[in-house]
């Protein structure tokens, strides 16, 4: 077993402590502030400050060094390229916020490490870059924000999808090859890409940040955090995370860097993450991922907490991992990790430590390596988490102390975990409206409650202001328009069979919202199961019907309940107690 020598992370230190101080002496050559104001910038968010902003940059560069300021105001700016020896700080109060037009963004063929994408719709321009330099840092307390509603919402207010996004920027924080940098008490908000690319860097503290994009209302497609990719002697810490796509990811992809180097020596600790997709994911690429740290971490409201997959193309060999460590996780996510090598048939995931986890997790964790190929030495201590961890071509499996344990799942149990993370996959990936996290069954509740989630969709607040109308149950039967085709209301007098002789069904792009008038209904509900509809779904009708095993939900009068697309399957027109119809009100909401 090949691990890092005891030295390793006091050397790593030093030479961090080392770097910090050339930082600081560069820094230190010249006092001279640079205002943005003085060059020429407006900071009213609607004058063009990219100039002023860049003169100001070049100036203190030119100089030797020093401090370009921005004071309280909003600069819109389109790329800003940072220099050698300058401190770029964003003051209490000040917004850089990103141009809506496209030609005040660099040209994606800036230089050889950029790239542009037609698969996810970016065109490689960037808001501060940061090429081949050496000493920069930008700091706060202020924001930079992306701006991605102009980019990722329509005029008329529709939400594009990942490849219909008609064009936007790529990563809003980008640093290549540069050496000696600080991004530090900052706020990062609405990238419409990722929000920090750290690419083939060396030296590079981040700390102290608040990371955020949109993942309600509309979905920032791959709004990842920090992306650290083929760097070495990275810190990460006291950070927030709230991101639409990965918080932090480990990356090995180098084909475009001038000088090649491993993924390594990297610490990441004292953040708090979430996503709707991985906390932190560990792959892309073909080099080498190795000697990296994560500690004092908690993970809320997230899909996966840790996903580390060797390829995701099955032309890629993929990345080696090896020597990892995850510890002292506090962890809320439908599941805990994924270690896969997926498409690669000879990655290396060897020597990963897990230790003091504790939480929740939904489904089994997975642990797959490849059969030519097995994954070596994985250990898991101390750690207590429900529904265990399933494990296949693994040598030196080891899990000691708390409740994880190894499980052995069916075939059909396996589909079935498979079937429900594809399904939170779709619902990120296709905009989905899906149940929250803060839902962990049927939103069912008084309709006097329903205002408490209005948040949960961009329509419901018209939707529950007709379902708390006085007049609501003395409303003749038929269609009622409340917002085109975003939102309307059915009232209908519906048979009803004894349970559970009904008809399932579930939707894929409308919300139910179903409400008794004259008296109860039983639905029957259940998650969304995997297999076929009982006929082909009719997406014009929105609909497909299933066979079901439900359990009983009793409405009455006064009260809502909500299914969400893709997700609740239910039985509507039941009855417990022999009644034969009822007079109810169905809203359907668009969700997608």
């Known amino acids: 077993m090949k691990t890092a020598h005891p030295s390793f992370f006091a050397a790593d230190g030093l030479r961090l402590l080392l770097s910090a101080a050339a930082v600081v ?25 990219t100039a002023a902003i860049q003169r100001a940059v070049d100036a203190a560069h030119g100089a030797g060094g ?34 809506p037009d496209r030609e005040d963004y660099n040209p994606w063929d800036v230089c050889p490490q950029n790239w542009r994408s037609d698969r996810e719709s970016h065109e490689g321009g960037h808001l501060l870059l940061c090429i081949e330099q050496r000493n920069v840092t930008v700091r706060g307390p202020g924001r930079i924000n992306g701006n991605s509603r ?204 897990f230790s003091d986890i504790s939480g929740e997790q939904e489904i089994a964790s997975e642990l797959t390596g490849a059969a030519e190929r097995p994954a070596r030495r994985i250990r898991f201590r101390n750690v207590d988490l429900p529904h265990g961890l399933m494990a296949r071509n693994v040598e030196g499996l080891e899990i000691s102390g708390g409740t994880f344990r190894e499980v052995k799942l069916s075939d059909k149990e396996r ?16 905009e989905l409206a899906y149940r929250p996290n803060r839902l962990p069954d049927v939103l069912h509740a008084p309709i006097a409650d329903c205002d408490r989630y209005a948040d949960l969709n961009p329509h419901f607040a018209k939707a529950f202001a007709f379902m708390k109308r006085p007049d609501l149950a003395s409303l ?46 039983t639905i029957g509900v259940c998650e969304l199961p995997h297999g076929a509809c009982e006929m082909p779904f009719d997406a014009q009708k929105d609909i497909g019907f299933y066979p079901l095993k439900t359990r009983p939900l009793t409405l009455r009068p006064g009260e809502f309940a909500v299914f969400f697309p893709w997700i609740d399957a239910h039985m509507p027109g039941c009855s417990l107690d022999g009644a034969t119809s009822v007079k109810k009100l169905v809203i359907k909401v668009r969700a997608r």
Not at 418 to 427: G, K, N
């Open 25 to 49: 002496a560069a820094l230190s050559a010249t006092s001279a502030v640079y205002d943005v104001r003085a060059f020429g910038a407006a900071g009213d968010g609607r004058t063009k400050d």
């Open 476 to 521: 003749p039967c038929g269609r009622y328009e409340i917002d085109g085709d975003n939102c309307w209301a059915m009232v209908m007098e519906t048979p009803l069979k004894p349970y559970p002789q009904a008809r399932g069904e579930a939707h894929r792009v409308y919300a139910d919202i179903q409400a008794p008038l004259s008296g109860p209904e």
């Open 150 to 353: 102009r980019f990722l919402v329509g005029p008329k207010g529709e939400r594009y999808s990942q490849g219909g996004v008609p064009w936007r920027p790529a990563q809003m924080l980008y640093f290549v090859e540069s050496e000696n940098i600080r991004i530090q008490d900052l706020e990062l908000a609405d990238s419409c890409y990722w929000s920090c690319f750290i690419h083939g860097c060396r030296q590079v503290q981040a700390r102290g940040l608040y990371i955020h994009n949109v993942r309600t209302g509309f979905h920032t497609h791959n709004g990842d955090g920090i992306d650290i990719d083929c760097s070495q002697h990275v810190t990460v810490s006291d950070c927030r995370i709230d991101t639409a796509d990965d918080a932090i990811t480990l990356r090995g992809a180098g084909s475009r860097l001038k000088r090649k180097q491993d993924c390594a020596f990297v610490t990441v600790s004292n953040c708090i993450l979430s996503s709707p997709c991985n906390a932190i994911r560990v792959g892309v690429g073909e080099g080498n991922i190795h000697d990296a740290t994560f500690s004092n971490i908690i993970v809320h409201d997230t899909r996966t907490a840790i996903n580390l997959a060797s390829s995701w193309n099955p032309k890629s060999k993929g990345v080696d991992a090896w020597n990892l460590s995850f510890s002292n996780f506090r962890v809320d996510a439908f599941c805990f990790c994924q270690l896969t090598t997926k498409f690669s048939r000879t990655a290396r995931i060897d020597d990963i430590v």
């Open 415 to 430: 589909a079935d975990r498979a079937h429900r993370l594809d399904r939170h996959r779709r619902v990120m990936w296709d």
């Open 66 to 99: 020093g401090t370009v300021e921005v004071p309280a105001g909003t600069y819109l700016t389109g790329s800003i390229f940072l220099k050698s020896n300058v401190d770029f700080h964003v003051g209490a109060g000040a917004e850089l916020l990103g141009s």
